[in-house]
């Protein structure tokens, strides 16, 4: 494939129009992934004989957790792309995908919770994992902030930039400095990723399909709030040309 | 660059505020968590190195906002930017001379504060040097997040959400350090941690502190 045909839908136009093609077939998919895939979880699986049936929360927990994580990356190299080839959609779907990185993040934070709370009898432990999570949505609420605290569209699409850059390296620093810090008084369990060998296959086909589900969900959300951002800008800049005209 | 160096030190001292504000606020940290958790010497003491070191944070954070805003409103940011000083050099002595003004005085009125919070005598040396070696990577990345939050009306707040994650892994490493002195224990991989935090954060975050700078000074 020719790499340079890719950088063609850096034109917002062509971006739109494309993305609103593939839209409604990626809303379908991942609306029919996530049904089939919690259906099949919650009532198409054996109970766990250890956890009974709070395990099932694990198909909502483990996509959402892989998510959080995911949307920060994909925030990393759209930041990239804006600092080195500066496309604006690029920003712009960095900005968008922001707030679902913390959604994500906060869902994985409530449902390990409510998780949490009949297995380890507590809903929260500061445990290496879970403080991390903690700190990435941190992370996420800071770069929000910093997006919406700025006028200039250019420069705060340059500092959101530096800043997931700077946080990306933090957030794995942190990531490593809470494992170390909680060394002395380490919880006994810990969460699911560090299981999945330990999970039978009839657990993880649903999960998988649940997976799907998730990272199809959203790319239908970014898509949609990077539309959304395109037209906002573009109202703006024609509201600013009649009055000035 | 000393001539910088010793006008931002001079006026650190003279404008009042910000050199002795830091150590104030220190000391009310200090004087308020007995008052929090109860007077008890033990209690006291297993918590002082952690206390000590949030009390270094947030006294670090209280003078992060003032790093550039007085020169970014009389102007000097612009003439210092058009000055043959590179802004990598430029970001670098502001953080060093928030580190001369904020950082050495708690590490030096740290040994006071560890006697009010009955601190174990072994863990003195360990305390005072993690602050030594922990402080200057609060400096820089404080300069950081001062320089991402230039511009804004009113960034103070903004700055504390976007710096405070960042201070993570340097205040679990430094209290970590501190920690295992005061118990007596080996404070050796902790040390070394946090200085390479330190001297990975000395070396690399000038650089991003400075484009962040540009570009709003752009």
Known sequence: MNLNALWEYANPLKFM?????????????????????????????????????????????????????????????????????????????????????????????????????????????????????????????????????????????????????????????????????????????????????????????????????????????VIIRTNTEIRARRMRALLARERLG | MIALLLRDLRLAVRAGGGFGLGLAFFLIVVVLVPFGVGPETGLLGRIAPGILWLGALLACLLSLDRIFALDWEDGSLDLLATSPLPMEGIVSLKALAHWLTTGVPLVLASPLFGLLLSLPAQGYAPMILSLLIGTPALSVIGTFGAALTVGLKRGGLLLSLLVLPLYVPTLIFGAEMARRGAEGLAVQVPMLMLAGISLGVIALLPLASAAVLRVNLR
């Open chain 1, 17 to 221: 129009r494309t993305t609103e093609r593939v839209l409604p077939y990626f809303a379908v998919a991942s609306f029919v992934c996530l049904v089939a895939g919690l259906v099949w979880g919650f009532f198409f699986t054996p109970e766990d004989y250890r956890q009974g049936s709070t395990v099932k929360i694990f198909y909502l927990h483990v996509p959402s957790a892989m998510m959080a994580i995911n949307v920060w990356v994909m925030m990393l190299i759209t930041s990239l792309v804006w600092i080195v080839r500066r496309h604006h959609v690029s920003a712009l779907a960095a900005r968008a995908a922001a707030p679902i990185g913390a959604v994500m993040t906060l869902i994985a934070l409530l449902t390990g919770a409510i998780w949490g709370q009949p297995m380890w009898g507590t809903w929260w432990a500061w445990d290496p994992r879970l403080t991390s999570f903690l700190v990435l949505f941190l992370f996420y609420l800071g770069y929000m902030a910093l997006w919406a605290a700025i006028e200039n569209d250019d420069t705060a699409a340059d500092l959101t930039s530096v800043l997931c850059l700077v946080g990306s390296v933090f957030a794995l620093l942190s990531r490593y400095a809470v494992n170390f810090w909680n060394q002395g008084l380490h919880q006994g369990a810990s969460l699911s990723l560090d299981k999945k060998e330990n999970v039978a296959d009839v657990f993880w086909y649903p999960a998988l399909v649940c997976i799907a589900g998730f990272v199809l969900l959203f790319i239908t959300l």
